[in-house]
């Protein structure tokens, strides 16, 4: 597509349920990463995906965070047993490889999920 | 560890008029610096970036230059219009272990240019 996209849009769960959210990067960006938006804590980075792995996950709040990777594009980010304080917007971006392939280009963000832990 | 500082709003303003918004950066080694903007109902869009001391982003009329000297990057507009209302927020990236060039954002700052 055009641009990164997720979904869904907004997700009202209750507390302890399962939560999955999905999101698209632009194609061919090798470079994936999930931050959340909430009004206690701005803009926090939580995972990146360099194709399918992620070498860097130290955003992740605790274990019931997890997120995965597939075929370097799709990327699913899993919250296990929701709490209220999961509450916030999850946004994803991607961006390609720079020149020289040592650093990545401009990261290009998607519409953000919603999510409301009742 | 790194950290970017903006200063607080909301900033409220009359259209036309000269817009400066605070930007400080903590940071060891060389950062990348951006200011994205989010207007209402709408995703995170990159406005501007700097990769290099003394570089000036520019972008619809506004401007910042990363000042190694002060560590700061403020962004400044001389006319501000209706249209520039939403929330903008600085950010720093950099090389960590394993390549990664994640974003260090602020808080954030919103403006609302009144007509």
């Known amino acids: 597509g055009a641009g990164v996209s997720q979904s869904p849009s907004n997700k009202v769960t209750e507390k302890g349920k399962d939560v999955e959210l999905r999101c698209d990067p632009i194609?061919?960006?090798?470079?994936l990463y999930w931050y959340r938006q909430s009004l206690g804590q701005g803009l926090e980075f939580l995972i990146y995906?360099?194709?399918?792995?992620?070498?860097?996950k130290s955003g992740l709040p605790s274990d019931r965070f997890s997120a995965e990777r597939t075929g370097g594009s799709v990327s699913t980010l899993t919250i296990q047993r929701t709490q209220q304080e999961d509450s916030a917007v999850y946004l994803c971006?991607?961006?390609?490889?720079?020149?020289?392939?040592?650093?990545?280009?401009?990261?290009?963000f998607g519409p953000g999920t919603r999510l409301t832990v009742l | 560890g790194d950290s970017v500082t903006q200063m607080e709003g909301p900033v409220t303003l009359s259209e036309e008029a000269f817009l400066t918004i605070n930007c400080t950066y903590t940071?060891?080694?060389?950062?990348?610096l951006f200011w994205y903007v989010q207007y209402p109902g709408e995703g995170l869009q990159l406005l501007l970036k700097?990769?290099?001391?003394?570089d000036k982003g520019s972008n619809k009329g506004f401007e910042a230059t990363y000042r190694k000297e002060t560590t700061s990057f403020h962004l400044e507009k001389g006319s501000v219009q209706v249209s520039d209302s939403a929330v903008y927020f600085c950010?720093?990236?950099?090389?960590?272990?394993?390549?990664?060039?994640?974003?260090?954002f602020g808080t954030g700052t919103l403006l609302a240019v009144q007509p």
């Open positions: 700097a990769t290099k001391a003394d």
């Open positions: 194609s061919g960006h090798t470079a």
């Open positions: 940071a060891t080694g060389y950062p990348s």
């Open positions: 971006a991607s961006s390609s490889r720079g020149a020289g392939g040592s650093s990545y280009n401009e990261q290009f």
């Open positions: 950010a720093l990236s950099k090389n960590y272990g394993g390549a990664t060039n994640k974003l260090i």
């Open positions: 995906f360099q194709g399918n792995s992620a070498p860097d």
